[in-house]
């Protein structure tokens, strides 16, 4: 139990393992553990937890008798009012992959179900006796090993997408225990933002520069107490912020875009810039001391962005005029390709959150090219080596890189970060671990609209990349 001015942790479900226990102690950070396996009252308590202003975070395990209480209709309201809470609080949602698996196996995956887990240990809420630890009065209670219905996992997934919450599938205890102890260290560390962002990516090196202005803003503009920390490979970087206080900044995404917005001013009305600092009770003397400084390295990025953008796109004609020579295109068709793969600057933002990737060929009505499927996946192929740094990616990675172009939607920068620190075999294991939890949960749930043959493939590589509860 914790006292109710002290903020703690929250377990829901199986998922409270000896070294996330070790870890939470070592902070100094009480927990609570509680079950959905119980009676509607406790499932009350669960919800009333979730909405508790001093939980820091929240870790959940779901398995397959929890899908079926879930979607029984009498629960359903209290289901919703659980996931709903959730989704507002920092959380990590851990799936194992057979319940993955078997929403593209319409609802069954006997052969593989569970095959690797091992704690069917039953556990009982920390508040609850061991008689009121019983499932609500249901259909006949499953055992673990079954897998839910196509009813179940549809619901399960509907409330998933609703709160957008975040789901980490896992095939080993092993692998939970190790993210869920990366989850905990971030949350009490105050992580509010990370990135991965690979070297040979457009403006990778425009990256860090546009950074370290960010985190001067949010010091020296916003008084926010930041922090920042990474670690570089050969073939990458990661960028972590993170903040002194919990409560620091509610959302980063807003402040990278007001920053952003302010960067243009500094540039095209500085004027307007020192009023934007002066309405925030700034000194005047700091005032023109930031917005000089802002305007000149704005105005270096901005010219660096662009030389940057210009000789990869002269580098990438070159070698299409090589690779394309016996289509027999005119310099007006060769260019017009070159143009259709060409990513949009969005402001000086696009040197981080842009990925440059290569999405699908649409060249001008007007010319008249005829490429056929394969010759425009060379096209993208080749696009995307020049502009998102997949020089050393396999045909997997590839595959798996155009999936998340056509289905991630506004995941579609995160996933990309995660398949790049994947394949970097330099990268921390528990971060490459996370990142291919990442990249598995979303291919269960765009499978079926890939093919089995397309669906296994990528899963068997996911797998092979790294071992199972590979942490180093």
Not at 86 to 108: M, P, Q
Request: hydrophobic share 40%.
């Amino acid at each position: 139990m914790t006292g109710s001015d002290e903020p703690f942790f929250l377990f829901i479900g199986s998922c409270l393992s000896e070294g996330a226990t070790s870890k939470l102690k070592t902070s100094g950070v009480p927990y609570r553990q509680k079950l959905l396996e119980s009676r509607p009252y406790n499932w009350e308590r669960i919800a009333a937890l979730l909405q508790h202003p001093n939980l820091i975070g929240a870790l959940v395990k779901l398995t397959s008798p929890n899908y079926q209480q879930l979607a029984y209709e009498p629960n359903q309201p209290l289901a919703e009012k659980i996931f709903a809470s959730l989704g507002l609080v920092r959380h990590t949602l851990f799936i194992h992959d057979s319940i993955l698996t078997a929403a593209n196996e319409g609802g069954s995956n006997p052969q593989s179900w569970f095959e690797d887990e091992v704690d069917q240990v039953r556990v009982f809420d920390d508040d609850l006796s061991e008689d009121a630890a019983l499932f609500w009065p249901t259909p006949r209670p499953r055992d673990y090993f079954t897998p839910p219905s196509v009813k179940e996992l549809d619901f399960v997934y509907a409330l998933i997408e609703r709160n957008s919450l975040n789901v980490m599938s896992y095939k080993t205890n092993a692998e939970q225990s190790i993210m869920a102890i990366t989850f905990l260290e971030q949350v009490d560390r105050n992580l509010l933002f990370r990135i991965y962002v690979p070297s040979g990516r457009l403006w990778s090196n425009e990256a860090d520069r546009l950074l370290s202005l960010f985190r001067d803003w949010l010091i020296r503009v916003k008084r926010q107490r930041i922090r920042q920390d990474g670690y570089q490979t050969s073939r990458g970087e990661v960028y972590e912020f993170y903040a002194e206080d919990a409560g620091e900044i509610q959302s980063l995404s807003k402040e990278f875009e007001e920053f952003s917005d302010f960067l243009d001013l500094c540039v095209d009305q500085p004027t307007e810039a020192s009023r934007v600092l002066e309405a925030r009770d700034l000194d005047r003397v700091v005032v023109s001391e930031i917005v000089e400084r802002y305007s000149k390295e704005a105005r270096r990025l901005r010219v660096d962005i662009k030389h940057d953008l210009e000789t990869r796109t002269l580098g990438l004609r070159h070698r299409l005029e090589a690779e394309l020579a016996e289509v027999g295109l005119s310099d007006r068709e060769l260019d017009a390709l070159v143009s259709s793969v060409v990513p949009p600057v969005h402001g000086l933002a696009s040197a981080i959150s842009g990925t440059g990737g290569a999405s699908h060929i649409t060249v001008a009505r007007e010319i008249q090219v005829n490429l056929n499927p394969q010759i425009i996946g060379s096209v993208q192929g080749i696009a995307a080596q020049h502009y998102q740094g997949t020089a050393h990616f396999g045909p997997e990675a590839s595959q798996l890189l155009d999936l998340i172009e056509r289905f991630a939607g506004t995941r579609k920068d995160e996933l990309t970060s995660a398949l790049h620190e994947f394949e970097d075999d330099d990268a921390r294991g528990s971060d490459r671990l996370s990142a291919k939890s990442r990249l598995k949960t979303f291919l269960a749930q765009v499978g079926g609209k890939i093919g089995d043959l397309s669906f296994a493939v990528l899963q068997k590589y996911l797998e092979s990349k790294i071992g199972p509860g590979s942490g180093s």
